[in-house]
């Protein structure tokens, strides 16, 4: 009798073990991500004649997170190209077929980086060649930022020296006193930070008859959290590449009642 209990004990044992490197190991390698397509569109990428199509793919690593992203062109007249983004991961990857140049179709890109201050990765191409025309990683706003006496940011365009002035004087002391003393002078120089682009928006523009960009750069205080205000481009295409044809900064409107004022000059 004892013999045949441990026999049985044996088989349940081995049987336990068996089930569990069952359940543990991946079957076909179903575990494993796989590439699934996110979106198409149609648009005149390679020809003004044609009805061309764009494929937008990825892999969703972690949750919403999507890496290894591209976007594969197919033409009518078996034209192909496939464009993989100088940054290739990020949430929320999104393309769209606007006109930048009144001729043919662009590819827009965009994909949030998921970091602190809503920055994206926004690229423009052109289908054939896969040639970059945009990319949000080079673009630069050409102005300067700086706390000044009484209680002010001055945002000075480079190019043109025209200044905006920030008035901060009803922000809550404590802010203040870490810049200024109690008469509004500075107790030391200081820089804002302007970084790269933030946010990228295409828009069409029936002036023109095709479709332009709107670029939003932070401008950053004492800390990354520190939202000044925005310094705002608006660009065309033009012959090889974006130029601005409208420039302003402007502040949200949730800070503007309690906050910041804005005068140029």
Sequence with gaps: MKNMIRKISCILLVTGVICFFAQSTPVNGMEKSERIQIQSICGNFFSADTKDKAYLSGVFEQG??????????????EEKEVIVPEIDSGYNPHIQACSFDGALDQIFYGADSGGSGGYGYYFIYEASGKKELYSSQTSRAAYRAYYADGFQVHVENVETGSVTVIDLSAREKEYLYKIYTPEGKLKEPSQCDIGSANEVLPFYNGFMDRCAIEIYFRITGLYNADTLGYVILRQRFSETKFESFYEMVAIPSSFSEKMEKIVSF
């Design 64 to 77: 919403a997170y999507c890496t290894k992203i591209r976007i594969e062109l197919r033409g009518e007249h």
